[in-house]
């Protein structure tokens, strides 16, 4: 079973829990802050993953660095259920399974557009009028710069490409003379 797939029912019951409280976004800062914390520090992985350490004292640890953190305790208390279990390897992609979660329920979508040139203001404003009428959510769009586009751009949203780029379009005739 890879990482996504163990992080996503996580993922859906912490959001549940969220739920309870009222806001499913309540959780995502200090998620997202305690795996950043958890990331920079080599020794939260013996927390999270270390068969040496009993599942009471995985759980504690990580439950004392969720306080330290001023974690919410449900989200402390999920946190320490992770350790427990020894899924610190798939904390990460939990975050962003449960950010993914929160931006379904906000009816917002993440995407990525690259162009050859940096995108003037007005045009990064007008493709993104353009995307939310196509995906019918407002987007959230991270520009990037690819000169080997040539011109044009390539957006990526909602695990779809749309290729637009002059590159795209040489390669699509070059395959049509085939």
Known sequence: MGTKDVARPYAL???????DGGDVEAFLEPLEAFVRVASAEP???VVFCSPYLSRGRRAQLAGDIARALNTPPPLANFLSLVARRRRGGALRAMAEAYRGICDAERGRVKGRVISAVKVPEEMRRRLER????????????RFEEDPALVGGFVVFVENRMYDLS??????RLAGEEQ
């Open 166 to 171: 002059v590159r795209g379009a040489l390669a």
């Open 130 to 141: 353009s995307i939310a009428r196509l995906v019918k959510r407002a987007p959230e769009l």
């Open 13 to 19: 019951a912490l959001a549940a829990t969220a739920r």
């Open 43 to 45: 020794a939260a992985a």
